[in-house]
């Protein structure tokens, strides 16, 4: 468990917070590329790690995101006009570019404004479009270069991103992608009053005998052998989370997640022929999150099929709105039918998402660690703690913080593989992934 200050410093990320100092140390996405799908359209209100700001494209296609408030007399940027290249105050017509310049104050005369422009620039984040998403730099200084995440560097149709509103705070949601043993449980299907994998409920089910395929044995496995066994390995950019389940005669069957600084995870749950997946999450303000939802194949592109399940929710990608609100969510107790708990899902919510979303967020808007019980199947959740915490103390002693100063740490891959019982974790790892398990750089 955590005292209640170390817990406040988890989840603050506000301005002149330890934690905000942190992530202010990296790049965030912001919001998606489609939500800005063409030049000069609407802007969108934007809210990160508790800062308000407005997002707009301009006539050129390039991205700013500013503050909201127009320096005249403070009238929200939001209402204004979005024309040749820049956005125009709605009050009075000041004109501001994606840098944060006044280009135009119409109700000055000429000599009066060219004085005035310069002091009235607003603050403009630095932005970079990179994997159909908006990135933003909230840092001072001079920005690092993008983290290069496998799934940004590809081709556009082998990858498909969305995001999520989640209604709690960004850490217990980020410790629900990190604790694969919950997969056990919450993810669970029923019948006859037991507990059965995934595959047994939702028509995956391929009945070969000895010859079962490890692809659908695995759902068998995470029912059977519910008290996988951690190993925590620490690479450049973050930590590679090892969880073992006991499989068919003395293998071994391994779920490996990698967690990367401050709030990156990719997720385990595919073997090396399936598509990828990976989450951010970015807080809006203390009591709330996006998370940004990646799914990849770096092989070839992604069917219309899989892009269309994943548009109407399946796996980490929820049902959205046209808003990316979830359909289920805490006002509609994310619409459980006790029916369907009785006869074929553990929880009686649908969707891994959703079930995900429920949990975290029934911990309250910020889970209070000070009252847990931990064990062994905690580890993951136990190190992504202590290395983010550590990240305040390099960033207040001057230090730059894990990850921040890598960008091709985090050009990594997770996944699941079959081990002997006696093999080592290692050689595992580095049959599965190579150097794209990120070890070989630590």
């Not at 403070?74 to 501001?96: D, M, P, Q, S």
Request: hydrophobic share 40%; net charge negative.
């Amino acid at each position: 468990m955590l005292t209640a200050e170390e817990n406040a410093t988890l989840t603050q990320t506000g301005p002149g917070t330890p934690m905000g100092d942190v992530f202010r140390a990296y790049w965030m996405p912001a919001l998606l590329s489609r939500e800005l799908p063409a030049p000069d359209c609407p802007p969108v209100r934007v809210k990160l790690l508790g800062e308000d700001f407005v997002a707009f494209r301009d006539t050129r296609g390039r991205v700013g995101i500013v503050e909201p408030a127009c320096p005249h007399r403070r009238a929200n940027l939001f209402f204004g006009r979005v024309e040749a290249c820049g956005i125009r105050c709605a009050y009075h017509g000041w004109k501001f570019d994606v840098d944060g310049r006044c280009v135009e104050i119409p109700t000055l005369p000429d000599d009066a404004a060219e004085r005035v422009r310069p002091k009235a620039a607003i603050r403009a984040l630095e932005v970079r479009e990179f994997g159909d998403v908006v990135w933003a730099w909230m840092g001072e200084g001079d920005a690092p270069e993008l983290p290069q995440f496998e799934f940004a560097t590809l081709p556009a149709e082998h990858r498909f991103v969305s995001k999520k509103f989640q209604q709690c705070n960004w850490a217990q949601a980020c410790e629900g992608g990190l604790d694969t043993a919950h997969f056990s449980y919450l993810h669970a299907g029923m019948r006859g009053g037991e507990k059965v994998g995934l595959h047994e409920v939702m028509g995956m089910r391929r009945v070969d005998g000895d010859n079962e395929p490890a692809s659908l044995a695995r759902f068998r496995w995470m029912i059977e052998d519910g008290r996988p066994e951690f190993t925590v390995l620490e690479h450049p950019a973050g930590l590679l989370l090892c969880a073992a389940r006991r499989a068919d005669d003395g293998a071994r069957y391994w779920r490996m997640t990698q967690f990367l600084m401050p709030n990156h995870s990719l997720a385990p749950g595919n073997f090396p022929e399936d598509n990828n997946l990976g989450n951010t999450w970015v807080p809006v303000d203390d009591e709330s999150c996006w998370i940004f939802c990646y799914c990849w194949n770096p092989d070839r592109p992604l069917t219309d099929k899989e892009v269309e399940r994943m548009e109407g929710g399946s796996g980490i990608f929820a049902e959205v709105d046209e808003r990316y609100m979830p359909v289920r969510r805490r006002e509609n107790d994310y619409l459980i039918d006790r029916t369907l708990q009785r006869e074929q899902s553990f929880t009686g919510i649908s969707g891994i998402s959703e079930q995900d979303q429920a949990i975290a967020d029934s911990q309250g808007v910020i889970a209070d660690r000070t009252r847990e019980l931990l064990g062994q199947t905690d580890l993951g959740v136990v190190r992504f703690r202590q290395l983010v915490l550590e990240a305040t103390a390099d960033r207040a002693a001057g230090r730059t913080p894990k990850g921040a100063d890598m960008p091709q740490g985090y050009h990594v891959r997770s996944g699941d593989a079959m081990g002997g019982a006696d093999d080592p974790l290692r050689d595992v790892i580095d049959g599965r992934f190579g150097v794209m398990s990120g070890l070989a750089a630590g």
